[in-house]
């Protein structure tokens, strides 16, 4: 047997944020960049701020997680996909974000959220407003055309196949978050986050 928590500690010369200091955006900077965005921003930042959503996890949200009141934000296992603490989510539905959902959304069916490009009508993805179930079958058969595929490989594969369906990524929000933190001199420590 050996004891866990007798491991040797480790020194760091880090030095921990107060957690009751100043945080990095007040909430008169949040006003502000709600207060600046244009339509698809505020689709984007509104349930980051209402809900305190990662901003990754947008664009693994599908219509069909919109159940009566109920935003659900899940662990897709079936297309390698899982949230941070790894369980599902869900929140109650602000009535102001269903205007918003419904004038960025091109399609009934498939993401929730989708890139500026599908947004805008600019991009027309070949899986565009295909359900979870649809994108995770197109998914394991990509796999199985491969013949057993490494972690590397798979994340590869369901990444083209979200891609094709034009889920919004993480490195779309960071995008349109510096558009407006570089016009509203937001802090250098600012992120989406």
């Known amino acids: ?37 244009d339509p698809f ?30 935003l659900r934000v899940p662990c897709r296992a079936d297309l390698d996909y899982f949230t ?21 959304s091109r399609s009934e069916t498939g993401l929730l959220y989708v890139n500026r490009g599908v947004a805008e009508g600019r991009s027309n993805p070949d899986f565009l407003g295909w359900s979870a179930a649809q994108l995770a079958a197109k998914f394991r058969r990509r796999c199985v055309a491969i013949k057993e595929p490494d972690a ?10 979200m891609k094709e369906s034009g889920q919004l990524k993480y490195d779309h929000g960071e995008a349109e978050f510096k558009k407006l933190s570089s016009r509203m001199d937001l802090p250098v420590e600012a992120n989406p986050k």
């Open 1 to 37: 047997f050996r004891n866990p928590f007798a491991a040797r500690k480790r020194g760091t010369r880090q030095i921990a944020i107060d957690p009751l200091s100043e945080p990095d955006i007040t909430i008169p900077m949040a006003t502000s960049l709600i207060e600046v965005c």
């Open 41 to 70: 921003q505020l689709s984007i930042f509104a349930p980051l701020l209402f809900y305190g959503l990662r901003p990754s996890e947008l664009g693994w949200i599908f219509h069909e997680n919109i159940e009566a009141e109920w």
């Open 84 to 104: 941070k603490g790894r369980r599902d989510k869900s929140f109650p539905i602000v009535d102001c974000l269903r205007p918003l959902w419904d004038a960025c």
């Open 152 to 161: 590397h490989q798979r994340r590869r594969i369901r990444d083209q196949v």
